[in-house]
C-alpha cells in the first residue's frame, strides 16, 4: 500500500491553483525561466524547500511548470503529490542529458519513448519481474510531430535513468550504448511509473546538454536559460488534449 498520500507535504499550492498539464524541468530556476518566457500572467504556486512552481496560461491554455530536482526519489515525490493531491493529469519533463550516441548531438532533442534504468525503485515494487516504463503514445506522437515541423533534430527512442551522475567506471555506459540506447538522465522512470501507477498521461523531451563520447559540454547557464525549442514542443504538444481513455 505504501505511504498514504491525503496531504501534500512538499507542495503548498492552494486546491486547484495548479493545471491539468504540468511541465517539469529538474531545474527549478528553468521552472522560473519557463514561466517568464512562455506563461502570460505566471503566478507562483509553489515555495516549499524553494523547488520553484508556476501556474499561467499558454496560448489560452492554464499550464503548470514545477521544478523537481534531480534523480528519481525526488521527482517521484512531486509527480505522486502533482497527481493525487491536485488532480495532474499531463506530466511532461523537460529536461537536460548527455549523449551516449555518435549521431544524437549536443543539443538535439530527445523524445523518451521508453525509460531503461539502473535505480531500484521497480525491484522494490515488481520484485524480479522486470516493468517497462513507456511514454504516452499520443503525447510521443504529437511532440516528435511538432518537433518535425520545426525542424528540430529529433531522436526518439529508448532513454536511461540512472542514480548516479559520477560513476565510478566512466566506460559502464557502454553497455547501453550497444543497445541503442540514446542518452543518459535521472528522472523519467520514476516519472513513467507513477504515471502508469495513476492512468495518465506522461512523458520525457530533452536537450543533449553533453556527449559521453565526444565530451562536448553546454554551461549551467545554457542549460538553465536556453533549450527553448523542446519548451515549446511540450506546450505545443499538449494543447488541447483531452484525458488518457
Ligand atoms: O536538467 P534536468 O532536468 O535537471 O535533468 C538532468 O540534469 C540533472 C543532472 O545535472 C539531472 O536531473 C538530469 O536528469
Ligand atoms: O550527462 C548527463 C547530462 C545531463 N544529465 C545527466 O544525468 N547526465
Redesign the pocket.
Known amino acids: 500500500m505504501g505511504y498514504p498520500v491525503d496531504m501534500s507535504i512538499h507542495l503548498n499550492a492552494e486546491p486547484g491553483q495548479i493545471a491539468e498539464t504540468v511541465l517539469?524541468?529538474?531545474?527549478p530556476l528553468?521552472a522560473k525561466h519557463i514561466a517568464e518566457t512562455f506563461l502570460e500572467n505566471p503566478v507562483q504556486h509553489n515555495t516549499v524547500r524553494g523547488m520553484l512552481g508556476f501556474t499561467g496560461t499558454y496560448k489560452g491554455q492554464r499550464v503548470s511548470v514545477q521544478g523537481?530536482?534531480?534523480?528519481i526519489p525526488s521527482?517521484m515525490i512531486y509527480t505522486e503529490e502533482l497527481i493525487t493531491q491536485y488532480g495532474c493529469k499531463n506530466l511532461i519533463?523537460?529536461?537536460?542529458?548527455g549523449s551516449y550516441q555518435e549521431d544524437v548531438r549536443v543539443r538535439d532533442i530527445i523524445i523518451g519513448q521508453a525509460a531503461s534504468t539502473d535505480s531500484n525503485v521497480n525491484k522494490i515494487r515488481f520484485g524480479e519481474k522486470t516493468f517497462a516504463p513507456i511514454a504516452d503514445f499520443e503525447l510521443l506522437l504529437r511532440a516528435y510531430q511538432i518537433a518535425q515541423e520545426r525542424g528540430f533534430r529529433t531522436h526518439v527512442g529508448n532513454i536511461m535513468?540512472s542514480d548516479t551522475?559520477y560513476h565510478d567506471d566512466f566506460d559502464q555506459y557502454k553497455i547501453w550504448k550497444d543497445f541503442g540506447v540514446l542518452a543518459?538522465?535521472?528522472?523519467?522512470a520514476g516519472l513513467y511509473t507513477v504515471a502508469a501507477k495513476h492512468g495518465v498521461r506522461a512523458l520525457t523531451i530533452?536537450t543533449v546538454?553533453d556527449h559521453l563520447i565526444t565530451r562536448e559540454e553546454t554551461t549551467s547557464e545554457e542549460?538553465q536559460l536556453t533549450f527553448n525549442g523542446m519548451i515549446e514542443v511540450a506546450l505545443d504538444a499538449a494543447l488541447g488534449l483531452g484525458q488518457k481513455a
Open positions: 517539469l524541468p529538474g531545474d528553468r523537481t530536482g534531480m534523480g521527482c519533463r523537460v529536461g537536460t542529458c535513468s551522475f543518459v538522465e535521472m528522472e523519467a530533452l546538454s542549460r
